[in-house]
């Protein structure tokens, strides 16, 4: 889901197109937080869990305090994973976090209390436990699972300093779980548990529980639309062909625009919805941050690269760029441009330069890769992206 601004600069949202997007883009609705948008919600319960189950085939979990549409995509993406992640423990520390949730009665509790029960209870491999808080990077795993989770609404800063724990501190930091903290899990179905239990291989397992997907075309053409910037004909060539139909893609068009006032576009090879620049919590696309700006250069001289002949579009409009010249490019923009992007980015070394602007391209479903012979795909909504400085403009 891409957010731009369409016809007037603010546009007035009617409390009909609010409820939809309230649900959309915030992970819950408190009654704590927003009463006005958790009884906006409830007040049309019924109409939009009609509308979710048949479109996107979602359903909106409805308790006393929150509700919280249920999000399902229909196929995994890399920028469908969480930014504040640094390390691939913190996603597992943000489960455990979870789990430990399920399995406590009081929802108040202190950090050192959840760190001595993970290090208790979580089982040893060979001997050795799974978490050792000495170890810093572990603590700060923590850290970042925390403050993740008290952003998603799932636990309630109370009292003591944050960090403290990582930092070497006794972990006095008091929290509160909430009522989400207790929805957020996977019922995976007994057999996964007895395999693992048994020490079997889950592979397999896994793989076809998770592959199993009764969406229909049209409801994953609309996870794609609403859950990415872009939705892309060669990631579902089946439910992306319903927009060949001009019908179809008009009544799309008109569901989108009365229910949220955002536009559809449609190209040969993506489909994205266009929002007014007023939208409510959703992120949005920070052109001014100095790591947009790398992007949207090398988006533009990607760009300039194919109109030259010197790399191409597959059927799909995805451009395959080499690690190699990925990092050539990413140099001759540092040595033009540098002095725009700050002292950070601008001393970073092309390698890491590469990381950081292939990570945030990602985020954004502009880029794949790399494969395994080290090739990128810049992706066809790439091709709308680019950046002039002012200097270059009046030159």
Known sequence: MRQTAIGQERVRLR?????????????????DDDANAYFRVRRSFTALQKWFAEKAGWTISRRANFLR??????????????DWVK??????????????????????????????ALEETIPVAEGEARFDWADRSQAWSLYRAMQALEAMGAVRYLDGERGDFARGGEGRTFYRFTDLARRLHIALPPEIFEVAQQGGDLTQLLEHWFEVDAATPEQRLYRGLLLAPAFYRADDPEAFALLDSEDRRRAVRRDFRDNFLWDLE????YAALLRPAVSTVAETFDANSGISHVALLFCGRVRDLVAEGALAADRFDRVSITGARFRAELAGLRADYAEHWGKGLGAESVARLQEDVARYMKAWNLLRGPAEDGTYHVMPLAARMRAVYATEETA
């Open 69 to 82: 549409l249920i999000k399902v995509p229909s196929r995994s993406l890399v920028g469908f994973g969480f």
């Open 15 to 31: 409390e009909a197109q609010k409820r939809f997007i309230d649900l959309v883009d915030a992970p819950l609705l408190a009654v």
């Open 87 to 116: 390390d691939p423990l913190d996603y597992e520390m943000f489960t455990w976090v979870l789990w430990y949730a399920r399995h406590v009665k009081n929802d108040l509790f202190l950090v050192s209390e959840l760190a001595t």
């Open 266 to 269: 449609v190209t040969p090879s």
